[in-house]
């Protein structure tokens, strides 16, 4: 049988494009996309990019403040959302223009509109055109959700913050993910007045509770109001803002209501049961290691397969997927030691276990320091960074690392690839420090703070 297609991806952000340019140009397959919002997906239109930026942005105060204290003659005022909106929309849609134009460079048909399948060799798309397609890869990622209560449709989520006309004065952010507590410093350092609920006990669940402890007391001790322990009950509109009624009955007053409370896989209306494809209790596709779905024609790679939710991972899965699929080499992803970062302030850098993670493994021990860095401390605020090594007791090796600091998540990139590596405790010992440089505790801690 003849198809239109050798692959047709639905969705345009980075797992799909990646995979759709990979198949056309190294593979050569005759490749369609579609996608029904816009070219790049999360992360570039409405994720890390533009989230990225304003963090940027969020730091400068700091900064200004500390540069007068280092001597310079500056002047810090109030931050201008009109001026940054417009750039930011000129980044976001350059951004669009060059993966567009990576697709079209590389023979991929594109189609703005949603697409969903028919059965496991056709899609239709919301134009009314239906192909036929030898492989389907669902791409479709992620989006945000707000639970129903009373008012929970006055409430928005991370997608419109990037959207807003105008920078709310108060803010109500709920959920102690990293979504929620970036935007919980971003917003408080760009000069919102941000009140964080969290239900839990502490933030960041699923991190190293260490960790999660020391980022939680930054962010209070930067004026972060935030409660634990704390959820929603009502939203209700008012002349003077949203007043939001607490499960603690405290009532309270903002301008905007932020729900990050978790993502959900974007399989809704996709026609995945007309085409027989399995699904999980979240909505999210089952696939085995090589992407596949228990249709074999149809794959699926991203968020959408909720297994690492991670844009680097939804990469590697749609290059694994055209070596497997297009050029005859069976690859799995490697889901493993994935090193990831939250852009709080100051930033979290983890690879690998956290602590009660490595405690289920056998004896560890756990290397541990927090201290003031050098150019903060001279400017006389009184942030501390925390660095940690878990390590295996009888093989030695490095079974996490974890950092709260500036720029960790650039020292994590580099200490991921050690690990990932297999590296030792005596091999980041024998490793000469560079010197001044926060990063140098990662190779100067000899003694364990104890093992357990």
Known sequence: MAFDFDLFVIGGGSGGVRAARLAASEGGAKVGLAEEYRMGGTCVIRGCVPK????????????????????????????????????????????????????????????DARAELVDPHRVRLSTGEEFTCKHILVATGGRPFVPEFP???????????????????????????????????????????????????????????????????????????????????????????????????????FDAVIYATGRVPNTENLGLEEAGVETGNKGEILVDDYSQTNVPSVFAVGDVTDRINLTPV????????????????????????????????????????????????????????????MQTLFAGREDKVFMKLLVAQESRKVLGCHIVAPMAGEMIQLAGIAIKMGATKEDFDRTCAVHPVMAEELVTMKSPTRVV
């Open 151 to 253: 008012g929970s449709d006055l409430a928005i989520t991370s997608n419109e913050i990037f959207l807003w006309e105008e920078l709310p004065k108060r803010v109500l952010i709920v959920g102690g993910g990293f979504i929620a507590c970036e935007f919980a410093c971003i917003l408080h350092g760009l000069g919102v007045e941000v009140t964080q609920f969290y239900r839990g006990a502490q933030i960041l669940r699923g991190f190293d509770d260490e960790a999660r402890g020391h980022i939680a007391a930054s962010m209070e001790d930067r004026g972060i109001n935030l409660r634990l322990g704390e959820n929603v009950e009502t939203i209700t509109k008012k002349d003077d803002g949203l007043h939001v009624r607490s499960t603690s009955a405290n009532d309270g007053v």
């Open 52 to 111: 990225k930026l304003m963090v940027f942005a969020s730091a400068f105060k700091d900064q200004i403040e500390d540069a007068a204290s280092y001597g310079w003659d500056v002047n810090s005022g109030p931050f201008d959302w009109q001026v940054f909106r417009p750039k930011l929309r000129a980044e976001l849609d350059r951004l669009e223009k060059a993966y567009r134009n990576t697709l079209k460079n590389n023979t991929v048909q594109t189609f």
């Open 314 to 373: 939804a990469i590697r899965e749609g290059a694994a997927f055209v070596e497997t699929v297009f050029k005859g080499n069976p690859t799995k992803p490697d889901h493993d030691l994935v090193a990831s970062a939250v852009f709080t302030q100051p930033e979290f850098g983890t690879v690998g276990m956290t602590e009660e993670e490595a405690r289920e493994t056998g004896t560890i021990e756990v290397y541990c320091t927090s201290f003031r860095p």
